[in-house]
């Protein structure tokens, strides 16, 4: 079983190696013009949101991050502590490790999530190529309250023992959402998502999507870490930024509910996300690196502020609630403007 661990703490290690700060998620390039009054009172503004059938008490959520070996038990555990200690909906990394070896020590990596925050708001997440078996398993092992299928193509193709087949991955998903008795979000790991890829989505029935765009995590750069011969650096930039991913998603907004990740930085990378239509925001990376080396009480204390900031930030764009930051008057940089063109 160590090599499995070990390929679950490299990802873990590569990903915070890789951290970058200042990453490209799209969000520089869209400006919110500033108005100099404002009607809205900071002690006014509501930050609830809602994503499908679910009220959140927070905007964001600790996104889809890791678990399957002792130390990502660890990580795991820290996470659980910090969303429960912050009210915040909280995924896990993929469980697939637990459906395809009995070991107790994998499972609790995943279940310690459910045992420190019994009461909280839990996703599970699977790959797009399993059955409505294993989806099952998959909720029952967290008791999920809804799971997340992830679409991670160019990882597998770059990681040395990934699929090499994907061509039945759209029906699955439509079978799980068909038959699967929790909601199902359907989530990129970090490319985005296109148009056309939201179509075939929505027509088996989808309605909640991430569309985990490029600029947070990328596991193009961190499979290709993990060759011995980095093979694949060419493709480091692969995929649509987070607020590309967006842009793409607009004609399709009233027909499912979309949650940016991807690169989050900050509050106003969050503001940002909802006047492109989001209904969550989700964070691992961000997340991520505080817990690793700033430890929990000053990540808890983060995530606090950023929450006192996105009510300082709604009031300075005149907005009450979350669902107002739609519209809020918006400028794009040339470049995402082309985008926007060029795509329609």
Request: charge should be negative; glycine fraction near 6%; include cysteine.
């Amino acid at each position: 079983m160590s090599s499995i661990w070990s390929r679950k703490d490299a990802h873990v290690h590569l990903a915070e190696m890789n951290y970058q700060a200042h990453a490209n998620n799209g969000f520089d390039d869209v400006r919110l013009v500033h108005q100099s009054l404002t009607t809205v009172d900071i002690a006014d503004v509501n930050l609830n949101t809602k994503i499908g059938t679910f009220d959140l008490e927070v905007p964001f959520f600790i996104n889809a991050m890791t678990g399957g070996s002792p130390k990502t038990k660890i990580i795991n555990q820290n996470l659980s502590r910090i969303a429960k200690e912050c009210h915040l909906a909280m995924a896990v990394g993929s469980v697939s490790i637990a459906l395809k070896h009995d070991d107790s020590e994998i499972r609790d990596s995943f279940t310690i999530v459910r045992k420190e925050n019994p009461d909280g708001f839990i996703f599970s997440n699977i790959g797009a190529h399993h059955s409505l078996e294993n989806a099952k398993r998959a909720v029952d092992l967290l008791q999920a309250d809804a799971l997340q299928v992830h679409l991670n193509i160019p990882q597998e193709i770059v990681m040395p023992e990934g699929d090499r087949a994907f061509s039945s991955w759209l029906h699955n998903i439509e079978t799980l959402v068909q038959h699967l008795d929790v909601p199902v979000i359907v989530k990129e790991v970090g490319f985005g998502m296109s148009q056309e890829t939201i179509q075939q989505l929505l027509d088996i029935g989808v309605t909640m999507i991430d569309v985990a765009g490029r600029g947070g995590t990328n596991f193009i750069q961190i499979e290709n870490e993990r060759r011995e011969q980095e093979e694949f650096s060419y493709l480091y930039d692969w995929g649509q930024t987070t607020a590309e991913s967006l842009l793409e998603a607009q004609p399709f907004l009233s027909q499912a509910d979309f949650i940016a990740s991807g690169g989050i930085r900050n509050p106003l990378d969050i503001i940002k996300a909802y006047s492109l239509g989001a209904k969550a925001v989700g964070l691992s990376g961000e997340i991520l690196h505080q817990c690793l080396t700033q430890g929990n009480d000053a990540t808890i204390a983060t995530l606090l502020n950023w929450q006192e900031h996105l009510k300082k930030l709604m009031s300075l764009t005149g907005t009450k609630t979350i669902q107002e930051l739609t519209k809020t008057k918006k400028v794009f940089s040339l470049e995402l403007e082309n985008w926007k063109k060029q795509r329609n």
